[in-house]
């Protein structure tokens, strides 16, 4: 699996607990942004996020491509925290796709039922394993073409298998990415095809996977959809929606998330150089 360099991440203290700071507000801009002020502010929002989240990783537990694609079609209306609870027994009992095509359906809905749509997740779970072992020899396809014919996989999951599995450059169009980009004004496109694209031509294509990481990391941790917490964000002078949340720097420190807010995050396996603490197990809460 290709992994992509990440720079040393900061002591967990420094990261989780750092002073509250008075954030600037952006400039009111004078005239309509050029396509070429956009792509420089888009990219030093990126360049920006990066000395953020040094450590930004996929926040679903997995040891290979098979079990990535499994997780990431159980995230679907879940939190990556409830499918990382739950992925453990589920991989215990079926490790292979082999294994999962010829699950009963019904064992395989009670495993997964933490995860919410269970029995629609399950036929897509045991319908796609069934697609690998007939059609893929065992094995997760490294193509977007391919991975989009499996049932229950589309456009989303197949980047993030992509991009984390197999190190092909994607952008992972999920509710958190939609929502700050349209906040950053960098699109005002909803449909989640055409977000990727218009992202896709304001970066090279090096680029597109980690910045997926970091942006989906910023709106779980500080850019919340209710309550954005403005007056702790690092990148509020790039920010064209500064002010649509809590501005006071104390009150906004107040609702950091995971590491940001010195609480565990979202894997129970987190990688080595995450600041954070590792998420507890199901039932452990």
Known sequence: MAK???????????????????VKAPAKAAAPESRAALVRRARRINRELAEVYPYAHPELDFENSFELLVATVLSAQT??????QTTPALFAAYPT?????????????QLIRPTGF???????LIGLSTALRDRFDGEVPGRLEDLVTLPGVGRKTAN??????????????????????????????????KVEAV????????????????VVFHGRRICHSRKPACGACPI?????????????????EKL??????????????????????????????
């Not at 991009?163 to 449909?191: M, Q, S």
């Not at 992202?199 to 970091?214: A, G, I, N, Q, Y």
């Open 4 to 22: 992509t360099p990440v720079k040393a991440a900061k002591p967990a203290a420094e990261t989780a607990k750092a002073p509250a700071k008075a």
């Open 79 to 84: 939190t990556d925290l409830r499918v990382n």
């Open 97 to 109: 796709p082999e294994d999962m095509a010829a699950a009963d359906p019904e064992a395989l809905e």
């Open 118 to 124: 269970f029995r629609a997740k399950a036929k897509s």
């Open 160 to 193: 993030v298998v992509l991009g984390n599995a197999y190190g092909v450059p994607g952008i992972t169009v999920d509710t958190h990415f939609g929502r700050l980009v349209r906040r950053w004004k960098w699109t005002d496109e909803t449909d989640p095809v």
């Open 199 to 214: 992202v896709c031509d304001l970066f090279p294509k090096s680029e597109w996977t980690m910045l997926s990481h970091r």
């Open 236 to 252: 509020a002078p790039l920010c064209p929606s500064y002010g649509e949340g809590e501005t006071d720097p104390e009150k906004a």
């Open 256 to 285: 950091l998330k995971y590491e940001k807010g010195g609480l565990p995050g979202q894997r129970l396996k987190p990688p080595p150089d995450y600041p954070g603490l590792p998420a507890r197990p199901l039932g452990a809460e």
